[in-house]
């Protein structure tokens, strides 16, 4: 029988750490071995963690971060999957049975994922619950597309085959935030993934601090914190993934199309982590790629998804940014094409600045879709024939993971 190692990272939640893992022993499938590693807490979480007695195995490092600890149970973990849950959410009953139930059905997939629900407790001791703060719409499009997009997996609801691990490397011990969103997506470049958009855990939203001893950093700075760690990621994954991983996504009768739909996609995930420059350099490479023929549907949905990021457009509404987007408008008939879809993409935020009586924001907004609109010609005719596939072929898939950037970032 395959087994199942849950691993919870943890430091100083003895308050919600009993809760995590009785959530755990709870389960229908019960986990074979559940380990607590403890960073190096400074309240009582010890001494609740050894009150579990033979529920879990209990271990105690100095404090380093979440990847350090990692790192550190994956070497003590047995089974043959893993299953990572942090130490303020809690798992619902069937969470470990119908992650394993995927990965039987799916025997070629590494990755077994799963959706979730918000809660905040309520002083009155119960509870408010919500929907997931973001879940894609998965009728098209691949997981890892999704996935490259913006974080809709998270840990507690994701089951890994432990090779899988051995392939990706080590967490990077460099990082202090963005541990998980690197992780799933160096995963998803090497084997696919199953996903259910049944809820499996309970994401718990509270307003103490976040991080490990050494980068604390408040709830409400989470949103200005997480977003230089996205693209800070971002950048190294550019230089590891591969175009050609890009180009498996798309079906086209001529290949120069599957091209250019591979850098608008590759465009459109670092205008969403806000890194235009890389952006930019994409648009410009896919205008050049079929100069004469204007964007069909599909690849005009990517451009407006380039603008929907969770991280916002400031960036791009630079004078500098906002000048070259413009000039890569003028520079031929498939870059207005491409111009034209953007400004499409930047009409809801518009909307939604008036609606939140933000002027200035809507005015700098709009004087962006102005230029963009302007830009130049969108040729005649019809876009190439395209479509996206749901299942990435497996010759795509990357073997192994090599990065020096988060090799260097082990060793320091």
Same mark, same amino acid.
């Given at each position: 029988?395959?087994?199942?190692?849950?691993?919870?990272?943890?430091?100083?939640?003895?308050?919600?750490?009993?809760?995590?893992?009785?959530?755990?022993?709870?389960?229908?499938?019960?986990?074979?071995? *559940?380990?607590?590693?403890?960073?190096?807490?400074?309240?009582?979480?010890?001494?609740?963690?050894?009150?579990?007695?033979?529920?879990?195995?209990?271990?105690?490092?100095?404090?380093?971060?979440?990847?350090?600890?990692?790192?550190?149970?994956?070497?003590?973990?047995?089974?043959?999957?893993?299953?990572?849950?942090?130490?303020?959410?809690?798992?619902?009953?069937?969470?470990?049975?119908?992650?394993?139930?995927?990965?039987?059905?799916?025997?070629?997939?590494?990755?077994?994922?799963?959706?979730?629900?918000?809660?905040?407790?309520?002083?009155?001791?119960?509870?408010?619950?919500?929907?997931?703060?973001?879940?894609?719409?998965?009728?098209?499009?691949?997981?890892?597309?999704?996935?490259?997009?913006?974080?809709?997996?998270?840990?507690?609801?994701?089951?890994?085959?432990?090779?899988?691990?051995?392939?990706?490397?080590?967490?990077?011990?460099?990082?202090?935030?963005? *541990?998980?969103?690197?992780?799933?997506?160096?995963?998803?470049?090497?084997?696919?993934?199953?996903?259910?958009?049944?809820?499996?855990?309970?994401?718990?939203?509270?307003?103490?601090?976040?991080?490990?001893?050494?980068?604390?950093?408040?709830?409400?700075?989470?949103?200005?914190?997480?977003?230089?760690?996205?693209?800070? *990621?971002?950048?190294?994954?550019?230089?590891?993934?591969?175009?050609?991983?890009?180009?498996?996504?798309?079906?086209?009768?001529?290949?120069?199309?599957?091209?250019?739909?591979?850098?608008?996609?590759?465009?459109?995930?670092?205008?969403?982590?806000?890194?235009?420059?890389?952006?930019?350099?994409?648009?410009?490479?896919?205008?050049?790629?079929?100069?004469?023929?204007?964007?069909?549907?599909?690849?005009?949905?990517?451009?407006?998804?380039?603008?929907?990021?969770?991280?916002?457009?400031?960036?791009?509404?630079?004078?500098?940014?906002?000048?070259?987007?413009?000039?890569?408008?003028?520079?031929?008939?498939?870059?207005?094409?491409?111009?034209?879809?953007?400004?499409?993409?930047?009409?809801?935020?518009?909307?939604?600045? *008036?609606?939140?009586?933000?002027?200035?924001?809507?005015?700098?907004?709009?004087?962006?879709?102005?230029?963009?609109?302007?830009?130049?010609?969108?040729?005649?005719?019809?876009?190439?024939?395209?479509?996206?596939?749901?299942?990435?072929?497996?010759?795509?898939?990357?073997?192994?993971?090599?990065?020096?950037?988060?090799?260097?970032?082990?060793?320091?």
């Amino acid at each position: 029988m395959t087994s199942i190692t849950a691993i919870v990272p943890t430091y100083n939640r003895a308050g919600y750490l009993a809760q995590a893992v009785e959530a755990l022993c709870a389960q229908t499938r019960r986990p074979d071995e *559940i380990i607590v590693w403890d960073d190096g807490s400074t309240d009582g979480t010890e001494a609740t963690a050894r009150g579990m007695g033979d529920k879990v195995r209990y271990f105690r490092g100095d404090n380093g971060g979440k990847s350090r600890a990692l790192n550190a149970a994956m070497r003590e973990a047995r089974g043959d999957l893993i299953w990572i849950c942090d130490d303020d959410d809690l798992a619902l009953p069937e969470a470990a049975a119908s992650l394993c139930g995927l990965l039987a059905d799916t025997p070629e997939a590494g990755i077994a994922g799963g959706c979730y629900r918000r809660f905040r407790d309520r002083p009155d001791g119960g509870r408010d619950e919500h929907g997931p703060g973001y879940w894609p719409d998965l009728s098209s499009g691949s997981p890892i597309r999704h996935l490259l997009e913006d974080i809709f997996l998270f840990q507690n609801a994701t089951l890994v085959r432990r090779g899988l691990y051995d392939r990706a490397g080590p967490f990077r011990e460099d990082l202090t935030r963005s *541990i998980d969103y690197d992780m799933i997506v160096r995963l998803g470049t090497l084997a696919p993934i199953t996903v259910t958009d049944t809820p499996l855990f309970l994401q718990r939203k509270h307003d103490g601090d976040r991080g490990p001893a050494a980068a604390r950093h408040a709830a409400g700075r989470s949103d200005e914190v997480w977003k230089g760690a996205d693209r800070a *990621i971002f950048a190294d994954f550019r230089d590891h993934i591969p175009m050609g991983f890009y180009e498996a996504m798309f079906l086209s009768q001529d290949p120069v199309f599957v091209s250019r739909a591979a850098f608008l996609q590759r465009a459109c995930v670092h205008a969403r982590r806000t890194d235009w420059p890389a952006a930019l350099e994409d648009f410009r490479a896919a205008g050049r790629a079929a100069p004469d023929t204007p964007l069909g549907p599909l690849e005009v949905a990517i451009c407006r998804r380039a603008m929907a990021g969770k991280h916002g457009i400031e960036e791009a509404l630079m004078p500098r940014i906002r000048e070259e987007l413009v000039a890569m408008g003028r520079a031929n008939g498939a870059g207005a094409s491409i111009a034209r879809a953007l400004a499409r993409g930047l009409v809801w935020r518009a909307r939604a600045a *008036i609606k939140a009586h933000r002027p200035a924001d809507a005015g700098r907004t709009l004087h962006l879709v102005s230029g963009l609109l302007s830009a130049g010609r969108v040729p005649g005719g019809e876009g190439p024939g395209i479509r996206e596939r749901r299942d990435i072929p497996a010759a795509a898939f990357l073997t192994s993971w090599h990065s020096p950037v988060w090799r260097e970032g082990m060793r320091q």
